[in-house]
């Protein structure tokens, strides 16, 4: 099986705090996620890898940095936490299936910012 | 552009009753299709996939089949039960890269 884990699942930081949110894989896949999820919302893609030290921004990278310095491991970085991060984090690794990319999630992190 | 709509929630059912979740979609050409569960305080799992037109996928008795027709595809499940609630994603893979498109989400409550 899969395993996706991540570093904390419920982690309460202050205003202006650098926050670090570990994700690790145990199946060496190539490519992994950041996403954060608010109700209403759904999923929104922060940061992906696809490999070593390569990253793409989605849908909203601002106030992240993500690094990846080994292939199982990919990092989601807030330089300094404000409230409106608030939120639950989810980090993902995903293989190929039959020709498409299939996603495994972590249990997520659930973030409070004070 | 590529993208999915899902059925807006809650969704709340009594136990035992049929349900059925939609979900269409736009793409170009013929992706695969997938269901995703989240179960309170979990993160996501797969629960089903289709990866070709007429194909259904299934799982803990959940169907869900692939029709190019009308671009859908619907989640369905004859008798809910309690341990069913969660939170239901729909999701197309992108042609281009890794990434899938997400539908919001349905959040379905099953009352005993």
């Known amino acids: 099986d899969v395993k996706v884990t991540q570093s904390s699942r419920y982690l309460v930081k202050r205003t202006g705090e650098k926050v670090f949110l570990e994700c690790v894989q145990d199946?060496?896949?190539?490519?992994m996620f950041w996403y954060r999820q608010d109700p209403g919302l759904g999923l929104r893609l922060i940061y992906f890898?696809?490999?070593?030290?390569?990253?793409e921004k989605g849908d909203i990278p601002e106030g992240y940095s993500v690094s990846r310095e080994k292939k199982e491991r990919f990092s989601l970085i807030l330089e300094s936490a404000s409230t409106n991060q608030t939120s639950m984090y989810l980090c993902?690794?995903?293989?190929?299936?039959?020709?498409?990319?299939?996603?495994?999630f972590g249990p997520g992190t659930r973030l409070t910012v004070t | 552009g590529d993208s999915v709509t899902q059925m807006e929630g809650p969704v709340t059912l009594s136990e035992e009753a049929c349900l059925t979740i939609?979900?269409?979609?736009?793409?170009?050409?013929?992706?695969?299709l997938f269901w995703y569960v989240q179960y309170p305080g979990e993160g996501l799992q797969l629960l089903l996939k289709?990866?070709?037109a007429d194909d259904k996928g299934s799982n803990k008795g959940f169907e869900a089949t692939y029709r190019k027709e009308t671009t859908s595809f619907h989640l369905e499940k004859g008798s809910v039960q309690v341990s069913d609630s969660a939170v239901y994603f729909c999701?197309?893979?992108?042609?281009?890269?890794?990434?899938?498109?997400w539908g919001a989400g349905t959040k379905l409550i099953i009352k005993p």
């Open positions: 939609n979900c269409t979609y736009t793409a170009t050409g013929y992706p695969s």
């Open positions: 890898s696809y490999d070593v030290k390569m990253k």
């Open positions: 993902a690794s995903s293989v190929r299936v039959q020709g498409r990319y299939e996603q495994y």
């Open positions: 289709a990866t070709k």
């Open positions: 999701a197309l893979p992108l042609d281009s890269n890794y990434q899938l498109i």
């Open positions: 199946m060496d896949h190539e490519n």
